[in-house]
T-cell receptor, first 114, second 108 residues
Framework: DVKVTQSSRYLVKRTGEKVFLECVQD?????MFWYRQDPGLGLRLIYF???????EKGDIPEGYSVSREKKERFSLILESASTNQTSMYLC?????????????FGEGSRLTVL | SQQGEEDPQALSIQEGENATMNCSYK?????LQWYRQNSGRGLVHLIL?????REKHSGRLRVTLDTSKKSSSLLITASRAADTASYFC????????FGAGTILRVKS
């Protein structure tokens, strides 16, 4: 079975802490994505990566950074967590190209910042 | 907003009834996909329809696409309680765009 694994399902952090969210895929996909999901706002793209060490800003990159040192791993970093970053974070991977198929999502990481 | 728009926002039906959800989008697309999300979980791919297709079936799912109206519909026939979830349309052109989702509740 294909799989996207997010390291933590639930996290509670304090304001100002550094937070790492890890995502690993086992499908050799070129593209990986980080979204956040908030009630009433749907899914919003934070960052994506189309190759190792490559990254592109999505719609809401402020306050976040990413790292892709290996093809299978895409990390989302909150340098200094704030309460407005409390959210569900979803990682996804997919094949290269605009005409290709489905995205594979992880189970999500629910982050609470106190 | 760059999101697609889904209609209705929420839908409540009895088990065995059909459920229809609609999605409208703004830009030209290469394909359109529908995903399901159970509460608190990740999204799961249901079906993909390409821009040159008009209708596609998968089990109890039927998807239509009207590129002239920039709209799509997802029909779930003979619904089950396990179909209770949020359903999202995702359009793929130069950028992935997610709809806001329709919350479907199937009552047994």
């Amino acid at each position: 079975d294909v799989k996207v694994t997010q390291s933590s399902r639930y996290l509670v952090k304090r304001t100002g802490e550094k937070v790492f969210l890890e995502c690993v895929q086992d499908m050799d996909h070129e593209n990986m994505f980080w979204y956040r999901q908030d009630p009433g706002l749907g899914l919003r793209l934070i960052y994506f990566s189309y190759d190792v060490k490559m990254k592109e800003k999505g719609d809401i990159p402020e306050g976040y950074s990413v790292s892709r040192e290996k093809k299978e791993r895409f990390s989302l970093i909150l340098e200094s967590a704030s309460t407005n970053q409390t959210s569900m974070y979803l990682c996804a991977s997919g094949q290269e190209g605009a005409h290709t198929g489905e995205l594979f999502f992880g189970e999500g990481s629910r982050l609470t910042v106190l | 907003s760059q999101q697609g728009e889904e209609d209705p926002q929420a839908l409540s039906i009895q088990e065995g009834e059909n459920a229809t959800m609609n999605c409208s989008y703004k830009t030209s697309i290469n394909n359109l996909q529908w995903y399901r999300q159970n509460s608190g979980r990740g999204l799961v791919h249901l079906i993909l329809i390409r821009s040159n297709e008009r209708e596609k079936h998968s089990g109890r799912l039927r998807v239509t696409l009207d590129t002239s109206k920039k709209s799509s519909s997802l029909l779930i026939t003979a619904s089950r309680a396990a179909d209770t979830a949020s359903y999202f349309c995702v359009t793929r052109g130069n950028k992935l765009v997610f709809g806001a989702g329709t919350i479907l509740r199937v009552k047994s």
